[in-house]
């Protein structure tokens, strides 16, 4: 069973490296290793001083490398549909090249590029997998795709394959505009089971970790915050979090002292706000790092010779519990205040909604001929109260 560990968090925070360091860690303990960017500004092989390419390439022993590259991702995970959108938007009118350029959907490249972690799961070509995720904004969009994605493909793809057979005949008689035929509508199937997978894959807390990464700033503080909020929310294990960039105590002057007080207070605040995840701590390095020699350094650093493979800490985001004849539904939602959620109950799925975050959670067959009584919050906890059967 292949490890999954996720690196996000806002633009600048060092991402990259802590990655790097990770992966080059887990090597030299013997673990077959790959470090992956989802990143399109890529900057992983300038970390690692090595040419990285759209496939792995090898680093040193134990570890190796990719950057994934849109156009070639889409190519060898959904390229007949591509092929598809291409000759349907030509049809329209377009030119050729640009027809081929405009097929790249919103939300492909995020798609195409963690549908790697899937296939390596699938394959077990490695014994971990560390993935420099995109900024946090473009990683939560990456992360609820699966979910999102999930319920257009059970709604339509159905619908689509029984209207197909049909349609098809009338439309050829009056128009030449290429419609999806078997193997498309196969492909699009092919791709949700992909997705469903790839959502069961990063649920799973004994295969998956995230590691959110902060700076003792206020702004990168609160982004971490609100991106823990919604990993909790669709149900992503995050079991640490790194806070790097710390100004060392030997740093001497009236100017660093300023820093460093100011740091000292941001510090207790990132540990009593994400209490119980650990905190991992990186001081700010007097040169980059960049090389596998100082990156083992950066290594050290946050895991101080200690398995980085290991599970930090275990938690369950949602709970249903029975008691006194009522059911409740318990969701980790830290960071959120009361006014900030809204609920609604519609059929077999519990709709909760944090900002424009939306999750729809299936409930299961316990629950479906109850509505919903109450919902509070208490510790940080949203709890929802489902009246007893009638």
Known sequence: MSRILLF?????????????????????????????????????GDSL???????????????????????????????????????????????????????VLPGMEEVANLLWVYYYEQEQN?????????????????????????????????????????????????TDMPLPDKEILDSVEELFNRLEGLRVLLSDPKKTSIRLLVNPEKMVIKEAQRTYAYLNLYGYPTDAVVCNRIIPARADGAYFEKWKKAQAGYLRDIEERFSPLPVMRVPLLDTEAVGLKRLAEVGEYLYGGSDPTQVFFEGQPINIEHNDGLYTLTMKLPFVAKGDVSLLQSGDELIITIGNQRRSIILPQVLLERQVKEAKFESGELKVIFEEDQ
């Open 126 to 174: 490695y014994d971990v997998v560390v993935v420099d995720c995109a900024p946090t904004a473009e990683s939560l969009r990456l992360l609820t795709l699966p979910e999102v994605a999930g319920w257009w493909f059970k709604k339509l793809l159905p619908v689509g394959r029984k209207l197909m057979p049909i349609a098809t005949p009338i439309v050829n008689r009056v």
């Open 49 to 103: 001083e090595r040419e990285l390419g759209p496939e792995p390439v090898l680093v040193s022993k134990n570890l190796w490398a990719q950057e994934s590259n849109i156009l070639y991702n889409i190519e060898k995970h959904w390229g007949t549909i591509k092929k598809w959108l291409a000759a349907l938007m030509a049809w329209r009118g377009l030119d050729e090249i640009v027809a081929e350029e405009v097929a």
């Open 8 to 44: 996000t968090g806002k633009g600048g925070t060092g991402k990259t490296t802590v990655s790097a360091a990770t992966a080059v860690c887990a090597a030299n303990l013997g673990y077959k290793t790959l470090a992956i960017s989802t990143d399109s500004a890529h900057s992983l």
